[in-house]
Each structure stands twice: as C-alpha cells, then as structure tokens.
C-alpha cells in the first residue's frame, strides 16, 4: 500500500421487495425506431445509438434490419439521441419521453 492513499472498493445493491415476487422496472419509457441510409434507403447494421440523459442510456446498437430499442428515462423530459457509424455523419435528434410507451426515433444517415 502506498502511504497517504486508501482504495476502497464499495458494491451498492438494491432490492425492491415487491409483494407479488416480481422484479422492478423502472417507469419511464423507450426510445425506438430505424437507421437507414439517406442516399439508397437501405438499413444500417451496428449502428450506435446515445443519448444526453443523465444516467449514460440510452445506448443501443441496430440490428441487420436497422431497428433498435433502448430505456429512454422518465416521462416528460426532453433529451437528445445521437447516431452513428464509421462512414456516415453522425446525426442528432430531440425527442420527449412519453410514460411507458416507445417514442419514435428514426435516423437517416448521410454518408460521408
């Protein structure tokens, strides 16, 4: 150990003790939708979907069809989602969270 400096490594769990056995979602909702190609309308495989949301998600690859899904937060907050893959402009787009419901959030990417 180095004298003057403390690691500590602490592991934090939570349990919901829902009465019915169940495990907890979380509320809020999805973002959801396509990445295609802007110039030959053809779905974009791998592409990388964020977001400015406070815990870090979403985050979703597409997949071979170009669709992808991913936890958006709580409801009626405005965030930002950003998309994109080596050889096309990564684009951004503003969407709203609607309570346990998938909001759409199509991506068409122009190469660059």
Do not use: N
């Not at 180095?2 to 829902?18: D, E, N, Q, R, Y």
């Not at 990388?48 to 937060?73: C, H, K, M, N, Q």
Request: hydrophobic letters at 40%; charged letters at 15%; a negative charge.
């Amino acid at each position: 150990m180095i004298p003057g400096f403390c690691i500590a490594v602490i592991t934090i769990s939570f349990v919901c003790g829902c009465g019915d056995g169940g495990i907890y979602e979380p509320a809020g909702g999805y973002i959801g939708g396509t990445v295609i190609d802007s110039l030959i309308s053809e779905p974009i495989r791998g592409a990388f979907i964020g977001s400015d949301s406070l815990f870090g998600e979403p985050w979703a690859t597409t997949d071979s069809l170009g669709r992808y899904v991913a936890f958006a937060g709580f409801p009626g907050i405005h965030r930002w989602a950003y998309c994109g893959i080596e050889g096309y402009r990564t684009q951004a787009k503003e969407y709203s969270i609607a309570s346990d419901e998938t909001t759409i959030v199509d991506f068409r990417l122009l190469p660059e």
